[in-house]
């Protein structure tokens, strides 16, 4: 049973930056394609980057390219984002989650087998 934890997150004024992590472990191995997807207060959860098992395949959300970075080290096990030039609009939690299926894109939430507790990111203006 894979569990992922989540770290990171927080408040930060609009322009600024945070780093949110999601470490992997109870697994064998963690060759599996991973994301990253928030829910802000009264919206459904929306796809917001993915990367495959062997970091050479991600995507990002139109909303946030040139601006968020997905990354994983070596080991596969641990997932980061990189947000910088936080919006208000990008306050939301964030969540993150692995796929043990073959995935053509990134972005469908159903794909996914387990998932992060989730983090609150704030940004005021």
């Known amino acids: 049973q894979v569990h992922l934890a989540q770290s990171g997150g927080g408040s930060v004024q609009a322009g600024g930056s945070l780093r949110l992590a999601c470490a992997a472990s109870?697994?064998?191995?963690?060759?599996?394609?991973m994301g990253w997807f928030r829910q802000a207060p009264g919206k459904e959860r929306e796809f917001v980057s993915g990367?495959?098992?062997?970091?050479?395949?991600?995507d990002y959300a139109d909303s946030v390219k040139g601006r968020f970075s997905i990354s994983r080290t070596g080991e596969r096990n641990t997932m980061y984002l990189q947000m910088n030039n936080l919006k208000p609009e990008d306050t939301a939690i964030y969540y993150c989650?692995?796929?043990?299926?073959?995935?053509?894109?990134?972005?469908?939430?159903?794909?996914?087998?387990?998932w992060g507790q989730g983090t609150q990111v704030t940004v005021s203006s």
């Open positions: 989650a692995l796929s043990t299926y073959f995935m053509a894109t990134f972005d469908n939430p159903r794909r996914y087998d387990y």
């Open positions: 990367i495959s098992w062997d970091g050479r395949r991600t």
């Open positions: 109870g697994g064998t191995n963690y060759d599996y394609d």
